[in-house]
């Protein structure tokens, strides 16, 4: 009986549609290559327009689950429209990507699991450290700073 | 009375006796100080509160978009849904300026918590 009815709310949990959409990118992140392909690699199916829907995220409640994470995640920073932040607001960005990286919570660590080549290497982290830093040398100031 | 007794009793008298010291902090720490956002800005923009003293902040959100309520030197960072409000703990703070802003809007006026 118990095993009917979960496939019933299984079944029914399917018919509550998810939008899984990847906007079109508005001004893209440019980074040096190495950094790019690290980003792309870790960050980019949650932080960016162009995320790999994995299969899971078309399969209730697993998909409701992904479309709020990468909602969110898309919020909180956005490579896909990196070139629209105020410079302020990248540096700022800068700064909490940094403390991610030096906290270790990011990627977090149930995609690490399901994602494992999602990790960072410690090479990877000081490659992202050390152009985070570069980054964040760069003058906040200008016509768009706020 | 039994020696068990008499150290349990002894633990328990010690045990709310420290909750009864510990009670008028902690009545300051949970009252929260209220900021508001609406108008696509926070009110107060800049709110002073005692250095040295851990305190609660209340964020209200009056408008009908989400906010995030976000401060690196803080540390924290908060979704709040419209007509939603979030209680902010925030531990003794050193004198100084702490600025906090709508992560989710940039072009929000950023805010800041000054404690004297």
Known sequence: MIAVLSVAAFMVAQLKPVRLTNPSPKGELSAPPEIDAVLRRACYDCHSDQTRWPWYSRVAPFSWAVAHDVNLARREVNFSEWGEYYPATRKRKLEWMERAL?????????????????????????????????????????PSAK | MPRRTLIKSTLTAAALSLIALCAPSFAAATDPT?????????NPQTLTVPAGQALSIKVVNASNETIEFESFKLNREKAVSPGESITVGLPALSTGSYDFYDDFHQDVPDGSIVAK
């Open chain 1, 102 to 142: 030096l906290e270790e919570v990011m990627p977090p660590w149930s995609y690490r699991l399901i994602h494992p080549g999602a990790r960072l290497s410690d090479d990877d982290r000081v490659r992202l450290e050390r152009w985070i830093e570069t980054e964040l040398d760069v003058p906040a100031n200008g």
């Open chain 2, 34 to 42: 209220e900021i508001r956002f609406e108008n696509h800005q926070f």
